[in-house]
């Protein structure tokens, strides 16, 4: 461990937060690079970083099943709402009751099934994750379900991936060891942000262009 | 895996085209502009640019309240004011009798659907940012007659990319049933590839895959001429100018009545367009960028130089003459068979059906063009060899009677079958000796008397309505046995003013009927 990191936590920091604080910029730059290089889209950079920290704090398993169970439950509600023409926030506030209610509901049975792990869990990281809908469901409205839906998965491929890096324990042992390391991500980014080149995805996208192309 | 790399050089891609071409050459206050219709709609109708009309704006709630919905036409458009990709637009196309209004998705609508849609773009779901919008309904375009069976209830338009005042890549975008009588790419309409310099679509993409014809009506894609092209791609050079944006899309529609009309302008053109053309959009860029472009018609010229498809087409409009090939297919209008054998009647027919026939001396052989088109008479359509060799055009005798000139034929071969014929005898001498007939058939007949190496021969000469090219002319075809050769009809140079010869190409016409 470096010298700064022990000293910090000598000050009575826990190490759980300065390395969560150190991983930050390492995941927010791994989504740009998803975006950047690969092309997965996904709802900016806020979205999938949130959603990467409430699986650590909730468990991958438990994660993905409140996600699953806010995105559909979401999507419903909309759907029936749309034919009683309210107006967006109290709208919204409805879509968050019956969230809020399917995943009280949700605890209730997982407790019932003696799934204590989910029982366990803060309940803060599961209050984010629901405040999350109103991306999903404002990019539903703007875009259609088709975007939505395919973002939504995009966002969540993302940070799945982002959640298997910070839990890596190479990773967590080298940020530890080398928090110097964080400067060099002001390069990528630098790099990332001058990236002019086809990304992963248009090389798909693009294919009959390709093969089309003489000379 | 190299050749791959190599290819998708000239691609431009999402990062490329937001870091290279739009951050640079389109300033924010330009986006602004662009991204706000009303405004920019403003600016390209103050410099002369045909837009839709307005027919009203309404701006917030106390508008809607007020607002006179029986002041609005049968048929409109509503849109966001800040809306993109085509979101938050409904296209009404008819009118009910109880006054509802009836919408290119399907469905009615009535006053309250129309009152709740501009409340929900009111909201800004429709806008950029999500931020409140305001609401505006907008002339419907009327839909060109040729685009009619390629396009589902709503407008086909035509996108221009236009960068450094050349335009670099066009893209002909078809509404279908499932885009709702959108053309946006992205809600499933269909992007035809145009060939810049002719204005001709070549492929055509749906769902960024490439198809070949409408999925509803089946029909074929490519070849389709958009009619004013050169108008276009100049509406499209001074959209340009006029916005501001150095890397611009301009969205043009044809009306039927009015012609090209810009329905907007976008900042950031989509990417789309390079496999509607199967053509990497970067490396054009490239190749105009630092150019010295004069003006519009400086424009066009590199667009058609360096991104043009075929060099014939080329030439027909430097020339403004079409190219014909050595065989091409024709039509030659039948005689109303009625005025059979009398003969006469044919120039009467031709005014009925709005036709003008050039009248002059029998000297002045020179084609007319025919003003309106003969929709009422009948035509055949047959191949015919292009002879520059031949000073007229010449028939089968066998098939100027299938056109219903039997009677004339026949009375002309019974004159003239005692006639002598010496070598140096003239067109007067021998019209003398059957002045009354020729009087009786009028002026759609004549004589001529063609020396050749088989000797001298006396001929009817028959003033026949044809379509070469899709031009149409009224040539004298003189009249005699070809049954012995291969083509029933020769064009000779008489009618061939208008058109240049070019003896390698092969006509499309030609090579489709001999496909099937």
Known sequence: MSNIIQLIASQGVSIETIYLILALPFVATLIAAFRQLIGVKSFGIYTPLVLTFAFWAIGIKYGIAIFLVIFITGTAVRYILRNFRLLYMPRMAIVLTVISLAILALLAVGGYLNKTGLAATSILPILILITLIEKFISTQVEKGFRTAAVLSIETLVISIACYYFIIWDIFKNLVLDHPEYILLLFVINIFLGRWTGIRLSEYLRFREVMKNVDK | ?516
């Open chain 2, 1 to 516: 895996m190299f050749t791959f790399l190599k290819n998708s050089k000239g691609l431009l891609g999402m990062n490329a085209r937001n870091l290279s071409y739009i951050r640079p050459n389109n300033l924010q206050g330009a986006i602004h502009l662009a991204n706000n219709k009303l405004r920019s709609k403003e600016a390209l109708f103050k410099a002369g640019i045909p837009v839709p009309k307005i027919y009203g704006v309404i701006r917030n709630r106390k508008e809607l309240e007020v607002f006179k919905w029986d002041d609005l036409p049968k048929s409109f458009v509503l849109k966001p004011n800040c809306g993109s990709g085509g979101k938050g637009i409904k296209v009404i196309f008819g009118q009910k009798k109880d006054q509802s209004w009836v919408s290119t998705e399907g469905g009615k609508m009535t006053i309250k659907d129309l009152r709740n849609h501009v409340m929900d773009i009111f909201e800004g779901f429709y806008s950029f940012s999500g931020a409140s919008d305001i609401a505006f309904f907008e002339e419907r375009i009327k839909l060109l007659k040729i685009l009619k069976p390629y396009s589902y209830k709503g407008i086909p338009d035509i996108r221009v990319i236009v960068y450094n005042k050349v335009p670099v890549m066009a893209m002909l975008r078809l509404p279908t049933k499932e885009s709702g009588g959108k053309a946006n790419l992205h809600m499933g309409g269909i992007g035809l590839g145009v060939d810049i310099a002719t204005g001709v679509t070549t492929n055509a993409v749906m769902h960024d895959q490439l198809i070949e014809k409408t999925p509803d009506t089946k029909f074929k894609l490519s070849g389709i001429r958009i009619p004013q092209w050169k108008e276009i791609l100049e509406i499209a050079i001074k959209c340009q100018e006029i916005s501001k944006l150095g890397y611009i899309g301009v969205d043009i529609a044809i009306d039927s009545e009015r012609g090209p009309v810009v329905l907007e302008v976008n900042a950031h053109a989509g990417l789309s367009i390079q496999i509607a053309n199967l053509a990497p959009l970067k490396y054009r860029l490239k190749k105009v960028s630092g150019l010295k472009v004069k003006n519009e018609a400086h424009g066009i010229r590199i667009a058609q130089d360096l991104f043009g498809g075929e060099v014939e087409e080329e030439i027909e409009d430097i020339s403004g003459k079409q190219v014909l090939g050595i065989i091409e297919t024709i039509k030659i209008g039948i005689m109303n068979p009625e005025d059979s054998g009398l003969g006469i009647k044919n120039e009467e027919i031709g005014k009925e059906a709005g036709i003008e026939i050039a009248k002059g001396s029998t000297r002045s052989m020179e084609p007319t063009k025919i003003p309106l088109s003969r929709g009422e008479l009948e035509e055949i359509e047959l191949k015919a060899k292009i002879d520059t060799g031949a000073d007229r055009s010449s028939i089968d005798e066998e098939l100027a009677r299938k056109l219903g000139y039997e009677k004339v034929i026949d009375e002309f071969k019974e004159v003239v079958k005692d006639l002598e014929i010496e070598n140096n005898v003239t067109k007067e001498i021998l019209d003398e000796k059957i002045k009354d007939k020729l009087d009786k058939w009028g002026d759609d007949f004549d004589t001529v008397v063609i020396k050749s190496s088989h000797g001298v021969s006396y001929r009817l000469l028959i003033k026949m309505n044809i379509e070469l090219s899709g031009i149409k002319l009224i040539s004298k075809m003189s009249v005699t046995d070809r049954s012995h050769l291969e083509f029933p009809v020769i064009i000779g140079r008489r009618s061939l003013g208008r058109f240049l010869v070019d003896p390698s190409k092969k006509t499309r016409a030609v090579f489709g009927k001999d496909a099937k």
